[in-house]
């Protein structure tokens, strides 16, 4: 098993430019979910979803889209990339969201840096 | 909400312990501990289910104290290789995470 793919690991953008960052897993997981991880701010959730067709708003939501039409795969979107969106990203995922006692299994992260 | 973590940071020598607190202002119902190496992803620690449920992990154990909204992180005899940020999360439908704790073992 691969478990949770980002792609890609590295990204420049110009304000105002669109991109997907993308994260598929594997391992048959109702729950995703992206962060994004400032210094100083440790893990903030963007967007997250329960399963497929099903996605909701997490703390940081603004200027990010998401959409969930396979289990597998869970695309971040920025619609219009703004110099406070340089992060770095983090996909998560779990057997199931809404229950306690589910482990979260993480990508390896994808540093985006907006000019 | 998030929770918040305490201290913000923390600097052992090889051998000595070390405590990071956990706490929330919503009542818990489980509290996750997450460590992450730099430039790593977090990795999975332990998940605490029950009030006053302690569990380990090698010399890393941790308590969940339900009533006082809290949970506490106890590394003893630290190792250089316990070097890392630590998260702790809680989870009602998302998981949330405080904002880490960075501990730094040197020799």
């Known amino acids: 098993n691969a478990g949770v793919t980002q792609t890609p690991k590295f990204q420049v953008l110009k304000t105002g430019q669109s991109m997907t960052l993308q994260c598929a897993q594997d391992m048959n997981h109702e729950y995703m979910s992206w962060y994004r991880q400032d210094p100083g701010m440790g893990l903030r959730l963007i967007h997250y979803s329960v399963g497929a067709g099903i996605t909701d708003q997490g703390e940081v939501p603004n200027g990010y889209n998401v959409s969930r039409s396979t289990t597998e795969d869970f695309p971040l979107r920025l619609l219009s990339a703004a110099p406070s969106q340089t992060s770095v990203y983090f996909c998560?995922?779990?057997?199931?969201?809404?229950?306690?006692?589910?482990?979260?299994?993480f990508g390896s992260g994808t540093q985006l840096s907006v000019l | 909400q998030q929770p918040v973590q305490s201290p913000q940071a923390v600097i052992l020598r090889e051998g000595e312990d070390a405590v990071i607190n956990c706490s929330s202002s919503k009542a818990l119902y489980s509290v996750h501990w997450y460590r992450q190496k730099h430039g790593e992803a977090p990795v999975f620690l332990m998940i605490?289910?029950?009030?006053?449920e302690q569990k380990g992990h090698d010399k890393i154990s941790a308590s969940f104290n339900e009533k006082k909204q809290q949970s506490s992180l106890y590394l003893t005899a630290s190792q250089l290789s316990y070097s890392g940020t630590y998260f702790c999360g809680t989870e009602e439908g998302d998981m949330r995470f405080g904002a880490g704790t960075r501990l730094t073992v040197k020799p």
């Open positions: 605490l289910l029950k009030g006053g």
């Open positions: 998560a995922s779990s057997y199931s969201g809404g229950s306690t006692n589910e482990k979260l299994f």
